[in-house]
């Protein structure tokens, strides 16, 4: 399977605790994404990154939340001090620069307790 | 999501056709996009249309594009009990923004 891929699928934490996710793109895409996605809504941008280099950051991303692609292929995004709020589905996806198709893979689904 | 409105659900019969709009406010966007998701899963994307066309169609699929009024549709043929999903309507300039999904259940 190429597509896009995110580990884990499924996370429980206790309020407090640093949790990290893992997304791999399809490859070759160089353009990475982030989103956050709560029941009953739509996806919402988080940060994107074009290889390495992080571009944008939405108000979303408070201080707590850091994301990282150091060598232009996988990315990870760290919440740090996990407070209720944060529970979601954390989507990735990915696209090739100047393309029109952006792939999500099946998220992330954090639930903090 | 709040650049980008649809309905929030809709009911079909199964071989029916399924229409679901959507409104949105970016007139620079280059493309809009449908994509499905199923309970528990990702978004699958399902077609896009580029923002100087009005009609593309592919398969089951018929998307519509009123520029002028900033309306997309997506037209579903033969609605399959598969089809039961929620359906977001985005639009890009380099990022997507999506609208809050249709709930569409197909009924027998």
């Known amino acids: 399977d190429t597509g896009v891929s995110q580990d884990p699928r499924h996370k429980i934490t206790k309020r407090g605790q640093n949790v990290t996710f893992r997304c791999d793109p399809i490859?070759?895409?160089?353009?990475l994404y982030w989103y956050r996605q709560t029941l009953g809504q739509g996806p919402e941008f988080l940060t994107y990154f074009q290889n390495e280099a992080q571009l944008e950051k939405s108000r979303l991303l408070s201080d707590r939340f850091s994301a990282e692609r150091p060598k232009g292929s996988f990315s990870t995004l760290e919440i740090q001090r996990t407070e209720q709020g944060d529970s979601a589905m954390y989507l990735c996806?990915?696209?090739?620069?100047?393309?029109?198709?952006?792939?999500f893979g099946q998220g992330t689904r954090l639930t903090v307790v | 999501g709040e650049d980008v409105e649809q309905s929030l659900f809709l009911s079909v019969r199964e071989g029916d056709s399924s229409v679901i709009n959507c409104t949105y406010t970016d007139s620079s966007s280059t493309y809009l996009y449908w994509y499905k998701q199923e309970p528990g899963a990702g978004l699958q994307l399902l077609t896009y249309?580029?923002?100087?066309?009005d009609m593309k169609q592919d398969q089951r699929l018929t998307v519509l594009l009123n520029k002028k009024d900033k309306h997309l549709s997506l037209r579903i043929a033969d609605t399959q009990t598969g089809d039961s999903a929620i359906y977001f309507c985005?639009?890009?300039?380099?990022?997507?923004?999506f609208g809050a999904g249709t709930t569409v259940t197909v009924r027998a």
């Open positions: 249309i580029f923002s100087n066309m």
């Open positions: 996806a990915s696209s090739r620069q100047g393309a029109a198709e952006a792939f």
């Open positions: 490859s070759e895409h160089n353009r």
């Open positions: 985005a639009e890009n300039d380099y990022k997507l923004s």
